[in-house]
């Protein structure tokens, strides 16, 4: 049942288990009201809340994704990865004292507020589809490859282990558990990863054997406009909309920000999450290289799995490896089971029952949450028909769902004369155009016809497309704002940026003001900034 393991290894996994279950559980009794059992009762400190917005982030498709990436093509990918600082610092300089002041417990909610009851459900209903498509679908796709490769197990018994030991102390003890396991799951993820990263520079020669046994733009970051994956256009123009929707208007990563004791928690874990984004270069892709340099010829997915099972790591060792990955695994799973029980609860459920006491709600964030675990195990029969192909579609479903609601997210918070009416048609248009490169774009890969004109929208690189659909979509968006009336003065105060005060006002409706922390705050993020900068020097 544990292939390639030794007994201290399996020790290690069952303690990994036990103390996760534990800490899970350990909150279930303490949740009773909506705000405790959705939010953690607004009393989440900053440690816990990078740690959590990092662990929600990184899964299990990471660790094939971004390694498989490093063994086909190099640093690139990381772009990714370290272009996310800059708008988890926004999240928290910029958009979390709109969120905590306004007291939401959803970013649909917000919309509502800013727009209008319709770009709440639209954006609910996006958001609940696309996790269960995509997130949960791929977390047990790629967590399927992992452990069958690395344990010997097959992906029905892998996916489904996952899946019920997440639901369980997700279910019982909501976003506190999933926040707080999240925290020994970092630790664990972390520590893995750069154990396997060290043994693998050291088996290389140092990042001199492996600059000597890779091609030399292995180690350059930025590509030609040309490149098929990460051209530098791309990266510099379409990849900043990706990040906005991910980071910034995401359910899955603000909920954790909306959890904060207060603002400055809120953005000393947005800047604490900012310097661990800057680690997956360095332990996840940079092993992906180190695959490749070992074994010549490896395909990407196989990349990370065979270090792991290599000769590479001795006793003991293997197993805190595979413990980050389950790490990854289920923190990416729990974040996405309560965050879609939060808009199903909040979003769908009490519009229908407005007057539902708070042991009610609670009881439906339970149930939906098992009812989305339910699913998750019904889905995993189907993870066999996903082929390798379909995963790549699936990770780039982002770039054909999230330039709408950017564009309606950044616009409506800059420019006050942005109506509901134009955000709901602006999301709607964007959405079906993004379908449809989907749907041309599958059928064109797998040559089952030509579009002859049209051929250019299906074969356009999934970043450009990101930058044309942004820009239809905020022109479809003001076109209608300027033909229609304008909104409503209370859809405005303190849910618009249009000048220096507004975000003044937001900041000062928010409590735990420290002036000494702020000055903390600000210097941190400035060596974040400078550190990024410093490393894109470095691999230009």
Same mark, same amino acid.
């Given at each position: ?62 660790? /094939? ?45 917000? *919309? ?19 996790? %269960? ?26 996916? /489904? ?101 207060? /603002? ?36 990407? @997915? ?107 997210? %950044? ?93 003044? @006002? ?17 210097? *941190? ?16």
């Amino acid at each position: 049942m544990f292939r390639y393991l030794e007994n201290i290894d399996i020790f290690l996994l069952f303690l990994y288990f036990g103390s996760v279950m534990f800490v899970g559980l350990y909150f279930s009794h303490r949740e009773k009201t909506p705000t405790e059992y959705f939010l953690a009762g607004r009393n989440v400190g900053w440690i816990a809340i990078g740690s959590s917005l990092f662990a929600t982030n990184i899964s299990s498709e990471h660790f /094939i994704g971004l390694a498989g990436s490093g063994a086909n093509s190099g640093l690139a990918v990381g772009h990714f990865e370290w272009m996310a600082v800059f708008f988890i610092l926004v999240l928290g300089w910029v958009f979390a004292p709109f969120y905590l002041k306004s007291g939401v417990f959803t970013v649909p909610e917000f *919309f509502e507020r800013r727009f209008n009851k319709s770009t709440r459900m639209y954006l609910t209903t996006v958001s609940i589809v696309a996790y %269960i498509l995509t997130k949960i679908s791929v977390t047990l796709f790629a967590g399927g490859i992992l452990l069958n490769q690395i344990l010997g197990w097959n992906m029905i018994t892998s996916a /489904i282990v996952m899946v019920i030991f997440t639901g369980i102390y997700t279910i019982a003890g909501g976003l506190s558990a999933v926040i707080y396991t999240e925290l020994i799951q970092t630790v664990i993820l972390v520590g893995g990863a750069m154990l396997l990263t060290i043994l693998g520079l050291n088996e290389v020669g140092g990042l001199r054997g492996l600059q000597a046994a890779l091609p030399a733009d292995y180690f350059s970051m930025f590509k030609p406009a040309s490149h098929p994956e990460f051209p530098w256009t791309g990266i510099v123009f379409g990849a900043p909309i990706l990040a906005v929707w991910y980071w910034c208007t995401d359910q899955v990563i603000v909920q954790r920000v909306l959890s904060a004791k207060n /603002i400055q928690h809120a953005r000393s874990g947005a800047i604490l999450a900012g310097f661990l984004k800057i680690l997956p270069v360095f332990i996840l892709i940079l092993p992906g290289m180190i695959a490749l340099a070992l074994f010549p010829g490896i395909r990407g @997915d196989e990349a990370y799995p065979t270090l792991v099972i290599s000769h590479l790591l001795p006793v003991g060792v293997r197993g805190i490896v595979i413990a980050s990955l389950l790490a990854a695994l289920m923190s990416s799973l729990a974040s996405t089971f309560n965050s879609s029980s939060t808009l199903i609860t909040m979003d769908f459920y009490k519009q229908f029952r407005p007057d539902a006491n708070g042991r009610e709600l609670v009881l439906i964030g339970r149930l939906a949450t098992t009812a989305l675990v339910i699913f998750g195990i019904l889905w995993v029969p189907l993870i066999r028909s996903i082929s390798s192909q379909i995963f790549i579609y699936l990770q780039s479903v982002q770039s054909y769902i999230s330039p709408p609601i950017a564009a309606v997210f %950044i616009w409506g918070i800059l420019l006050k004369w942005i109506n509901g009416k134009a955000a709901i048609v602006s999301l709607v248009s964007g959405g079906i155009l993004g379908a449809l490169r989907l749907i041309l774009e599958i059928l064109s890969k797998r040559e089952m016809m030509n579009f002859g004109m049209m051929q250019w929208y299906a074969d356009m690189n999934y970043l450009h497309f990101a930058i044309f659909l942004f820009g239809i979509s905020s022109a479809v968006l003001m076109f209608v704002s300027l033909l229609s009336a304008k909104p409503e003065k209370h859809k405005l105060a303190g849910y618009t940026i249009t000048k220096i005060e507004d975000l003044k @006002d937001a900041i000062k409706g928010t409590s735990g003001r420290n002036p000494v922390w702020d000055k903390l705050n600000i210097a *941190f993020s400035i060596v974040l900034i400078l550190t990024i900068l410093s490393l894109w020097g470095i691999f230009f």
